[in-house]
């Protein structure tokens, strides 16, 4: 196994043939024209695109910045995501927790050096507890966008779901570049609030032991218009470009994975507690 570098570029190291051991094709993932989820789906992003401005961004990143909400573990927010069934996703109808292993054993299997890229791939979508506070689905999983400038081409839906959203009409938010200069970086950029946001506040307010490059994943792996999409380039500092490729890497193990075959997630317990004991240990502010 070929070892990479954090400045290699580790999307051209490592292509798995996507899918195809569980009988899919690339293609046949992320399909947003038919599919039996396809109502539940659209009607997700029609509720985000229409809700989603930057008031309620930054209404919710005062609200959740403080990590204040409860303290528990890592391990005791990934059973709970044995209750969330992410409504805006086409390929899957199975509890999330499924689906954090199913990332994490695939990233294990490519890069068994990296413990630390295994352990994001378990962390990724535990944000979506916000589900279980309260939240409607709508404000925690999707994909994510920048809110304060012109929706982009490659947002899911975004031809027929954004027309009741206030922004759209608001001179100072539907210009390119909106609210932000050109290439400012992603870091200054307000993201439709989610799951992905959140989970990275809770990661910096709790100070993981994990590399940047972990950070970055979490923070922006639902980012698909950018990563996948092409679109928003024009707000990326060099930073984001070099962070890409990581982006890049997580989500064929993010989306690929995705199968009806579950993990026997007690067999995999161990192992990820004593990840979670090195990186993230004890109870954790959320």
């Excluded at 509720?47 to 005062?62: E, I, P, S, Y």
């Excluded at 959740?64 to 059973?79: F, P, V, W």
């Excluded at 939240?135 to 929706?151: I, L």
């Excluded at 064929?252 to 026997?264: A, I």
């Amino acid at each position: 196994m070929k070892v990479i570098r954090l400045d290699a570029d580790p999307s051209e190291v490592y292509r798995p043939e996507a899918g195809a051991e569980h009988g899919k094709l690339k293609t046949d993932y992320r399909n947003y024209t038919a599919g039996p989820l396809l109502d539940r789906v659209y009607n997700t992003y029609l509720l985000m695109h229409t809700h989603q401005t930057v008031d309620f961004v930054r209404k919710k990143g005062a609200e959740y910045g403080a990590c204040a909400q409860r303290r528990m573990s890592i391990m005791e927010a990934l059973d709970l995501l044995d209750n969330v069934v992410d409504e805006s996703d086409p390929d899957v109808d199975f509890p999330n927790s499924y689906h954090a292993y199913q990332t994490a054993e695939g990233i294990r299997q490519a890069h068994p050096d990296k413990d630390w890229f295994q352990l994001v791939g378990l962390l990724h979508d535990m944000g979506k507890i916000l589900a279980l506070a309260g939240e409607p689905q709508w404000a925690v999983v999707g994909d994510t966008f920048p809110v304060g400038c012109r929706v982009q081409e490659s947002v899911v839906f975004s031809d027929s779901t954004f027309h009741d959203n206030p922004d759209t009409k608001n001179p100072l938010y539907n210009s390119q570049y909106g609210i932000y200069q050109p290439h400012s970086g992603l870091a200054n950029v307000l993201m439709s609030w989610g799951h992905d946001e959140y989970m990275y506040k809770v990661m910096k307010f709790n100070h993981f032991a994990l590399p940047q490059e972990a950070f970055y994943m979490i923070r922006f792996h639902s980012f698909y218009p950018w990563h996948t999409g092409g679109d928003y380039m024009h707000l990326c500092s060099n930073e984001d470009l070099r962070m890409l490729a990581w982006v890049k890497e997580f989500n064929k193990f993010d989306l690929y994975t995705k199968c009806k075959d579950l993990p026997d997630v007690t067999q995999l317990k161990p192992y990820y507690q004593s990840l979670i004991d090195k990186y993230c240990p004890g109870q954790l502010y959320w």
